[in-house]
Nanobody
Framework: QVQLVESGGGLVQAGGSLRLSCAAS????????MGWFRQAPGKEREFVAV????????SHAASVLGRFTISRDNAKNTVSLQMNSLKPEDTAVYYC??????????????WGQGTQVTVSS
């Protein structure tokens, strides 16, 4: 089992920034690719960003490319999402996910509880 706990969400004005963090425990963190997903009210959960086990590879959804950056610290068992130039359409619950093959499948085996991000116009 892998336990994931997100933090860093909140209310921010359009154009502002937030940094989300996800702390992992339970298994060897570096064995897992990590990802961020989000779900807005009335919409399906969507992929935001993923990072490989070593951190050497990243991929971001087109909607956030150039504004969001995923990173990880394997020494601290954390993955982060730096979000800049936030837009109202970024409002959603953001989830951290882990899976050994998540980088290729975009599917998580383990999920955090989510953290709310609200961007006001």
């Amino acid at each position: 089992q892998v336990q994931l706990v997100e933090s860093g969400g909140g209310l921010v004005q359009a154009g502002g920034s937030l940094r989300l963090s996800c702390a992992a425990s339970g298994r060897t963190f570096s064995n897992y690719a990590m990802g961020w997903f989000r779900q807005a009210p009335g919409k399906e959960r969507e992929f935001v960003a993923v990072i490989s086990r070593s951190g050497g590879l990243t991929s971001h959804a087109a909607s956030v490319l150039g504004r969001f950056t995923i990173s990880r610290d394997n020494a601290k068992n954390t993955v982060s999402l730096q979000m800049n130039s936030l837009k109202p359409e970024d409002t959603a619950v953001y989830y951290c996910a882990a899976a050994t093959d998540l980088y290729y499948t975009r599917r998580g085996d383990y999920w955090g509880q989510g953290t709310q991000v609200t961007v006001s116009s």
